[in-house]
């Protein structure tokens, strides 16, 4: 459990609360880039870390992501005219281009100059994975943009799942990390079966492996944490353990145990304190990839079905109990009585409240990975406080493309913790691991 204090720590994202001024640090994966794709289309509002802001394509495509509210007399510009490069407030005319230059000004006199004195906020803006990204920290602190883990290079397939919730980030990514719930909450999608590795199918997935108490094995990491769960497979379990790695990239990636067919990740940005944007990603290289609509279809949130325009629940909420179907709940035929792996998510999450109280929780083994993630976000705190760094962004810097996840079968006698890793992230962690083997003999030394 936490204390009042530290869940405040690791929640609260607003002004100058410390977890968003590190999160500030990072580049942001702020909207899909299909939200923009339109030049001149409709402005697009964003909200991060309690700031409203407003997306829009130009005429000659530039991506711009500034203010909400116009500098003039604060009306929102999600309501402007996005035409001939710059989005013009309806208000008075003023128009701002993708740099937050104030470009026209009919409702002042030309000779006063005060077009040339406004000067709007504007954040830059890159595009990678299937995301718009931004950097909302000092300019003489921005890092080097850098490809995502789930689009290492630019010919990845890419699907991906967007809803917008009304709970605080840190109880959306401790669901990421918590491979016990799968065998529960997801046992009617994640279906135990005699394969030897996981699959996915058009209405399921499936993995080798009946065992709902995995041992949970942590490894902390300077860009988060690698875990492993490691269960008894259904075939061979005297000599093998069925072993899935998630990795956590902070602050916003969790990259998810793979099938064979794509690989799985979630993406986690704060709106505020009390809202989140939650992305459910698959992606890979070749035809086994499944295509954005089909995933979408796969995780029953397909918009103008299940969320609308700006991915917002139009169908399942908490007030009609996520539509929950307790008549096949009965018949057998669905564990949870809710559709889709991220609804069943979904109606947990939210029902801890806006933000969970981590007070008067009772934790045990199965939770080892959530203990470690609060315990590396409020340490992670505590260096940026004392201007020791920035998790995720310290030497050895790791680029996050070289990051990835694991499931499969091995032997007993297999090291987890090289399992999946890329080169440069498998020198690395072979560093961790002589300095682990170090420091137990120097304490064994006395």
């Known amino acids: 459990m936490l204390t009042a204090e530290e869940n405040s720590r690791l929640c609260r994202v607003e002004g100058d609360a410390p977890m968003g001024k590190l999160m500030r640090r990072h580049w942001v994966p702020a909207l899909l880039s299909e939200q923009v794709a339109e030049r001149d289309g409709r402005p697009i509002r964003v909200r991060l870390f309690g700031e409203s802001l407003v997306a829009f394509r130009d005429s000659d495509g530039r991506l711009g992501l500034i203010g909400e509210y116009c500098s003039h007399r604060k009306a929102s510009l999600a309501f402007g005219r996005n035409e001939n490069c710059g989005l013009t407030c309806l208000y008075h005319g003023w128009k701002f281009d993708v740099d937050g230059r104030v470009t026209e000004m009919p409702s002042e006199p030309k000779e006063s100059g005060f077009v040339e004195r406004v000067q709007h906020k504007a954040y830059p803006v890159r595009e990678a994975g299937g995301f718009v990204w ?13 490809a ?4 290492p290079t630019s010919d990845a397939n890419v699907s991906i799942v967007k809803v917008e919730l009304p709970c605080n980030w840190a109880q959306i990514m401790e669901g990421q990390i918590d491979s016990a719930h799968s065998s529960s909450l997801h046992s009617s999608d994640m279906r135990p079966s005699r394969v030897e590795t996981a699959g996915a199918l058009d209405t399921h997935w499936t993995r080798p492996s009946t065992d709902k108490n995995p041992r949970i094995q942590v490894q902390v990491t300077n860009y988060g944490m690698r875990y492993a769960a490691i269960r008894r497979p259904i075939t061979g379990a005297d000599k093998n353990d069925y072993v899935r790695i998630t990795t956590f990239v902070a602050p916003f990636v969790a990259l998810i145990p793979p099938n064979s067919s794509y690989n799985v990740a979630s993406v986690v940005v704060p709106r505020d304190d009390v809202s989140s944007y939650f992305h459910f990603i698959a992606w890979g290289y070749g035809d ?7 995933w979408r279809k796969f995780c029953v949130m397909e918009p103008g079905v299940d969320v609308d325009q700006d991915f917002k629940p139009i169908k399942r909420n908490a007030a009609n109990n996520y539509l929950q179907d307790r008549e096949l709940m009965k018949a057998g035929d669905s564990f949870t009585g809710l559709p889709g792996i991220p609804n069943q998510d979904i109606a947990m999450w939210e029902s801890m409240g806006k933000i969970a109280d981590r007070s008067v929780e009772r934790l045990g083994a199965s939770d080892m990975a959530v203990i470690q993630f609060r315990r590396v976000m409020l340490a992670a705190l505590q260096r940026f406080e004392r201007g020791a760094g920035v998790i995720g962004l310290e030497a050895p810097h790791l680029p996050q493309a070289e990051l990835r996840s694991y499931q499969g079968i091995v032997a007993k006698t297999e090291n987890w913790r090289f399992l999946g890793a890329q080169p440069a992230e498998a020198s690395y962690l072979r560093g961790l691991e002589q300095n682990d083997d170090e420091r137990e003999m120097a304490i064994a030394a006395g």
């Not at 995502?148 to 689009?151: G, K």
């Not at 086994?288 to 089909?294: G, H, L, P, R, Y």
């Open 288 to 294: 086994t990839v499944i295509k954005q609509d089909a």
């Open 148 to 151: 995502p883990p789930w689009a």
């Open 134 to 146: 931004t950097y909302m920290g000092l300019a003489e602190q921005m890092p080097e943009f850098e």
